[in-house]
């Protein structure tokens, strides 16, 4: 059982945290090195990277439902169930996994075709999507694997595997994408394979270090590997709501970013330049997240609530302290950090502006979020999904009006983020103030 002093939060979060920075790393070197490479690869593959993330959170979401469950039965003191939930997340990870990869390839790329107003930009997302796909297969065991990590408070795995995905990725990207005079160069179907590659090296580090754990061998977590119906029905209850969240989010900043590529190749650079930036604000922002929901349900699981309110209070304290601590560049020295990802001047002024305009809506999200994955980590994640769904709904609309009705410039295309986090933020606080949500039974 976790304990509430702040030692044992950041216990929990901070090998989190730095499991998403280094992810971030990556993706900040993936697309400096395409940006040095071509523009229109650093435009396409940023593009085909969110339609990839998109269908890649639905697993996110089993996976996080299956946290959820776990952690609440360690409160319980029924961790005898633990390995059935594994299980079951496996195969219902597995049967989502085969329905994504069916979309990916057959039906989305004439979607990006239809859309695009770029066809090379358009022809660089299909040949990147059809080769970083496949990467679902290895996440969908490397998530499961991470949820029972997470529920038990063993982050530093997690962390440990992020940095064999990182520092694979990082060196198959350079020799893949510029090619050497064994390998011939690839460019951006490169990148998709060094992906793609390095997911599979990360799960494979995962399932070993899994097996040689003491406490997977307490909870037998192989010896009395299963599913059932009862389990799968759990999962998705808990589970579903969670994915349509992430799906949601993730398919809208994918319809932003499209809307951004047909005003011109200009603005998409810029965007996707502060993208890749943005990364770094979610580092602690999704590390203290993914640290209330396993705290949250394992406390109310336990029935104590009045400790429930400590750590929600001691967890937003540490999201901006982080915050600052990760994202403290964007105001000091936001040339220097635009210069990491491009540093082509001809994009500087206008992504600097907009990089320093950002700062406030993530310092909004760092405490909002906390308040969002507090529902979430009670099980009620059917109302975290009706509040995403209001959250998109207005973001969406307010993007379509400053893009195509108002045609604003760049930097206040980017005020949407701040009514985001905002409704998200409000909308999180008013259910917990107004609704018995402490009382959901899982």
């Known amino acids: ?253 994918t319809i932003f970013f499209t809307w951004i590529e047909q005003i011109g190749e200009y603005e998409l650079t810029i965007s996707q330049t502060i993208r890749s930036l943005y990364f770094l604000a979610f580092v602690p922002i999704w590390g203290f997240g993914a640290t209330t929901k396993t705290y949250v349900s394992q406390y109310l699981g336990k029935g104590e609530l009045n400790q429930v309110k400590t750590v929600i209070k001691r967890i937003q304290l540490l999201s901006i302290l982080f915050l600052f601590i990760f994202f403290h560049g964007a105001i000091f020295y936001p040339e220097g950090l635009i210069g990491l990802i491009n540093p082509n001047e001809v994009y500087m002024q206008d992504s600097v502006d907009i990089l320093k305009f950002i700062t406030g809506s993530v310092v909004i999200y760092s405490v909002g979020s906390v308040f969002f994955q507090t529902i979430n980590g009670s099980g009620n994640t059917k109302f975290t999904f009706y509040i995403e769904l209001i959250a998109v709904i207005v973001y969406i609309i307010s993007a379509y009006l400053l893009i195509k009705v108002f045609e604003v410039s760049i930097f206040w295309v980017w005020s949407v983020e701040y009514i985001y986090f905002i409704t998200m933020s409000l909308f999180s606080v008013i259910y917990l103030k107004n609704f018995k949500w402490q009382k959901k039974q899982l």
């Not at 990839?52 to 319980?76: H, K, W």
Request: charged share 15%; aromatic share 12%.
């Open 1 to 253: 059982m976790l304990d509430l002093r702040y030692r044992s939060i950041l216990g929990m979060a901070l090998p989190l945290m730095a499991s998403t920075f280094i992810q971030s790393i990556v993706l900040i070197t993936d697309s400096s090195f395409l940006s040095r490479y071509d523009t229109i690869a650093f435009d396409a593959v940023g593009n085909g990277g969110l339609i990839y993330i998109t269908c890649f959170m639905a697993l996110v979401g089993i996976s996080d439902g299956a946290q959820i469950l776990m952690a609440r039965r360690i409160g319980e003191k029924k961790e005898n169930r633990l390995a059935r939930i594994f299980g079951t997340t496996i195969l219902a990870n597995f049967l989502v996994s085969i329905l994504l990869v069916g979309l990916m390839l057959f039906i989305i790329p004439s979607l990006i075709t239809g859309y695009s107003k770029s066809l090379e930009i358009a022809k660089g997302q299909v040949d990147y999507l059809n080769i970083r796909t496949y990467g679902l297969f290895f996440a969908m065991i490397s998530l499961a694997i991470n949820a029972y990590l997470m529920a038990i408070g063993k982050t530093t795995i997690v962390f440990i595997s992020a940095v064999f995905i990182a520092i694979s990725n990082i060196g198959l990207d350079y020799f893949l994408i510029f090619g050497t005079e064994i390998i011939p160069e690839m460019g951006l179907k490169g990148a998709a394979l060094a992906s793609t590659l390095s997911d599979g090296i990360g799960m494979t580090f995962l399932i070993f270090a899994l097996a040689l754990n003491k406490k997977q061998k307490s909870h037998k977590l192989f010896a009395e590997l299963s599913y059932n119906i009862d389990s799968l029905k759990e999962v998705v209850r808990i589970g579903f709501p969670i994915v349509f969240q992430g799906m949601i989010a993730l398919s809208t900043w």
